[in-house]
């Protein structure tokens, strides 16, 4: 059927592959001017002692300096990514341009999680970070990724969940209703995390203080508490205060500062994310030379219509978030700085550079602008024991750069001269190294090293066997294996083997359960990665039965649900999406023939099943290949948060896909069975 999960699951799809080589370890950098961000002091003349990952010591270097004076800045910060989309890529940019650490705001929570822990241990070259996991989302959410909660007590159920799982703070959502947003707010003080994201739609800031939300993205909710009127549509996806912005009345705008400050609410104002939208409507995002270094998947993402038609608005209402910006910086505000990374235009780590001038552009100096990326963020996260300073006992981690930060920012982090990442010293030839690496990684010269297959021993006799070849657009995206067997009792199994291409999603190894008639009983779910996931999905009717176990076996979460009306379970599995459907009787469908029905699909966002009204029709037969054998051709389509998902696809008389293309508003995935 139309596996729209599945198949965005593998657009996105890859393994990591493990950091290079890394330059050796100096003993000591010196001597530099060491920039105490703080105090807006130069300390001259120093030596940094390096003891394995963190700093030993700053003391005073002693001798005559040769060469020029070479500053030292703490590492930077980016307050705001989504990272899961390209790790790799993410990884080797945001060293090459100092960026030690970042704040992940929304992914499937085990993907991201084992992005982080994998990052910490280094085995992934990268920045640290802390993330949120699932973002905690009303109904329907916006994202596939989130934790859908219509009522307080599933707000709380979702909060616990997230804190079970080891995220480092609660992400709410745009959605949520006002009672449903407090129970998240109120569940994550209870369980001493902290509430961050979007202040929902129906909240208003003052509502937004009261529930304790410690941090706003992207200015979210702001201008409408004093812009007297909102334009609706027209390019914007929801209603647009900021198209009013004028018509608001100055001393409106700074009482409204005053109390944002008197609150201690932090902002993230993630400009760059908005001009990089802006870029996507006049056309000139796709000139900048930074391409290069930008995944496939990204690309396609990039270009959708419906960013176009918003960055004509935002060309005109941008200016007015650096107005309020800067007078959010004058009452005082508590400002740091992020990206909205994995958004269009949006580059790894240089982002985080072009978002720092933007809040110059707004009024900050260069003193403030670099806080903003160093120091407060470390006090904001708590992470000012690690990060922030270049003090004895704190990471290893700043950069090197000719210029002085806090006369010339954008100099300084234009000409950055070296990296140190924990410990490691990285010149500028391994600087420029890193980021060739990543132009080879998106242009798919670089390939994950397979891992070894699914072990379990294949049972019945087997009826059909093959491989499909992925392609997203002209870049490879994998493979997946298959073997369908048919049992003595008369039913079926499918064994599937499913390496994604580089991306964030592991590999997997899956069995369906097939009755007589080839409807989906059982599937067993096995995800192959650092932390291994095994899931049993029970089919009863239109109940499924989730069964997540640990690594020792045991049971470690059970629920049941709903398949929704006429629903069908999918996974990462092309070779199911037909041979394991005749609940629906697509194996005898005519052609003209049409089914309504509900796509449940797991796989792609953790183990929970997502749901997404879809349709399928036969059309006229025809060969999937010029001079291939005629087969049974089906479009379906599925109405997602991400946009309507459309696919064709070519099914042989014993029910097996031939080829099949996934028409997605940010690209097209194909599947090919190979001769």
């Known amino acids: 059927m139309v596996q729209t999960r599945m198949m965005m699951a593998l657009a996105a799809a890859a393994c990591a592959i493990p950091a290079q080589a890394e330059p050796a370890r100096p003993g000591s950098v010196g001597p530099v001017s060491v920039v105490d961000v703080d105090a807006g002091e130069i300390r001259a003349m120093q030596r940094i002692e390096i003891d394995g990952e963190s700093i030993g010591g700053v003391t005073r270097f002693e001798g005559m300096s040769a060469g020029e004076v070479l500053y030292a800045v703490p590492g930077l910060i980016d307050s705001h990514v989504h990272?899961?989309?390209?790790?790799?890529?993410?990884?080797?940019?945001?060293?090459?341009?100092?960026?030690?650490?970042?704040?992940?705001?929304?992914?499937?929570?085990?993907?991201?999680?084992?992005?982080?822990?994998?990052?910490?241990?280094?085995?992934?070259?990268?920045?640290?970070?802390?993330?949120?996991?699932?973002?905690?989302?009303?109904?329907?959410?916006?994202?596939?990724?989130?934790?859908?909660?219509?009522?307080?007590?599933?707000?709380?159920?979702?909060?616990?969940?997230?804190?079970?799982?080891?995220?480092?703070?609660?992400?709410v959502y745009s959605r949520l209703k006002p009672e449903v947003y407090a129970a998240a707010c109120d569940e994550a003080r209870a369980l001493g995390l902290r509430a961050v994201g979007h202040i929902p739609e129906s909240v208003d800031i003052d509502g937004a203080i009261a529930a304790g939300q410690y941090t706003n993205e992207h200015l979210m909710r702001m201008p409408s508490e004093f812009v007297p009127r909102a334009r609706q549509g027209e390019g914007s996806p929801m209603p647009d205060w900021w198209w009013?912005?004028?018509?608001?009345?100055?001393?409106?705008?700074?009482?409204?500062?005053?109390?944002?400050?008197?609150?201690?609410?932090?902002?993230?104002?993630?400009?760059?994310?908005?001009?990089?939208?802006?870029?996507?409507?006049?056309?000139?995002?796709?000139?900048?030379?930074?391409?290069?270094?930008?995944?496939?998947?990204?690309?396609?993402?990039?270009?959708?219509?419906?960013?176009?038609?918003?960055?004509?608005?935002?060309?005109?209402?941008?200016?007015?978030?650096?107005?309020?910006?800067?007078?959010?910086?004058?009452?005082?505000?508590?400002?740091?700085?992020?990206?909205?990374?994995?958004?269009?235009?949006?580059?790894?780590?240089?982002?985080?550079?072009?978002?720092?001038?933007?809040?110059?552009?707004?009024?900050?100096?260069?003193?403030?602008?670099?806080?903003?990326?160093?120091?407060?963020?470390?006090?904001?996260?708590?992470?000012?024991?690690?990060?922030?300073?270049?003090?004895?006992?704190?990471?290893?981690?700043?950069?090197?750069?000719?210029?002085?930060?806090?006369?010339?920012?954008?100099?300084?982090?234009?000409?950055?001269?070296?990296?140190?990442?924990?410990?490691?010293?990285?010149?500028?030839?391994?600087?420029?190294?890193?980021?060739?690496?990543?132009?080879?990684?998106?242009?798919?010269?670089?390939?994950?090293?397979?891992?070894?297959?699914?072990?379990?021993?294949?049972?019945?006799?087997?009826?059909?066997?093959?491989?499909?070849?992925?392609?997203?657009?002209?870049?490879?995206?994998?493979?997946?294996?298959?073997?369908i067997t048919r049992t003595d009792d008369g039913s079926y199994r499918i064994y599937s083997s499913v390496r994604p291409g580089n991306g964030p999603q592991a590999p997997s190894d899956s069995v369906y359960y097939l009755d007589a008639q080839k409807r989906l009983v059982k599937v067993e779910y096995n995800v192959d990665?650092?932390?291994?996931?095994?899931?049993?999905?029970?089919?009863?009717?239109?109940?499924?039965?989730?069964?997540?176990?640990?690594?020792?076996?045991?049971?470690?979460?059970?629920?049941?649900?709903?398949?929704?009306?006429?629903?069908?379970?999918?996974?990462?599995?092309?070779?199911?999406?037909?041979?394991?459907?005749?609940?629906?009787?697509?194996?005898?469908?005519?052609?003209?023939?049409?089914?309504?029905y509900t796509s449940a699909g797991f796989g792609w966002s953790g183990t929970s099943i997502g749901k997404a009204p879809a349709s399928l029709a036969r059309v006229e037969d025809a060969p999937a290949f010029e001079g291939g054998d005629v087969c049974r051709v089906f479009d379906g389509e599925a109405q997602t948060p991400m946009g309507m998902m459309k696919t064709r696809s070519w099914v042989d008389a014993e029910g097996v896909t031939v080829r099949a293309r996934l028409v997605m508003p940010f690209g097209t995935l194909t599947a090919e069975l190979e001769n």
């Open 529 to 596: 990665s650092r932390n291994p996931t095994s899931v049993v999905y029970e089919i009863d009717a239109d109940e499924v039965t989730t069964t997540v176990y640990a690594e020792d076996g045991s049971v470690a979460e059970r629920t049941t649900g709903t398949l929704g009306e006429d629903g069908t379970l999918a996974g990462l599995s092309w070779v199911s999406n037909f041979f394991a459907t005749d609940d629906l009787g697509v194996h005898a469908m005519e052609v003209g023939e049409r089914h309504e």
């Open 83 to 171: 990272y899961s989309p390209a790790p790799i890529l993410n990884g080797l940019q945001m060293i090459a341009h100092g960026v030690v650490m970042v704040r992940d705001l929304g992914a499937a929570t085990t993907d991201i999680l084992e992005i982080r822990d994998e990052l910490e241990s280094g085995s992934m070259l990268g920045p640290a970070m802390i993330c949120s996991g699932a973002i905690v989302d009303g109904s329907p959410p916006i994202w596939p990724f989130s934790e859908e909660c219509s009522t307080p007590e599933e707000a709380r159920a979702a909060v616990r969940k997230l804190a079970n799982a080891g995220v480092d703070f609660i992400k």
């Open 244 to 483: 009013h912005y004028e018509e608001a009345d100055p001393a409106d705008i700074d009482a409204f500062c005053a109390k944002i400050a008197g609150s201690g609410m932090v902002q993230c104002p993630t400009l760059i994310v908005t001009e990089g939208i802006r870029k996507a409507g006049d056309g000139t995002g796709v000139e900048d030379e930074r391409m290069r270094y930008v995944a496939p998947t990204l690309k396609q993402f990039w270009n959708m219509p419906m960013y176009a038609r918003w960055g004509e608005t935002l060309a005109r209402t941008n200016p007015y978030r650096l107005d309020l910006v800067g007078r959010l910086h004058e009452a005082g505000v508590i400002i740091v700085a992020g990206t909205d990374l994995a958004n269009p235009f949006v580059f790894a780590g240089s982002g985080l550079h072009e978002e720092v001038g933007l809040l110059m552009d707004a009024g900050m100096d260069d003193r403030a602008a670099l806080a903003s990326a160093t120091t407060v963020p470390a006090r904001v996260f708590d992470v000012d024991d690690r990060f922030g300073a270049i003090e004895p006992g704190r990471e290893a981690s700043f950069f090197l750069t000719p210029v002085n930060p806090l006369e010339d920012l954008r100099g300084a982090l234009a000409s950055m001269h070296a990296v140190v990442h924990r410990g490691t010293y990285y010149g500028r030839e391994d600087l420029d190294e890193l980021m060739e690496r990543s132009a080879r990684e998106a242009s798919g010269e670089m390939v994950a090293e397979e891992p070894a297959g699914d072990k379990r021993a294949i049972v019945g006799e087997v009826i059909h066997q093959g491989r499909y070849e992925l392609m997203f657009g002209q870049f490879p995206a994998g493979h997946e294996e298959f073997v």
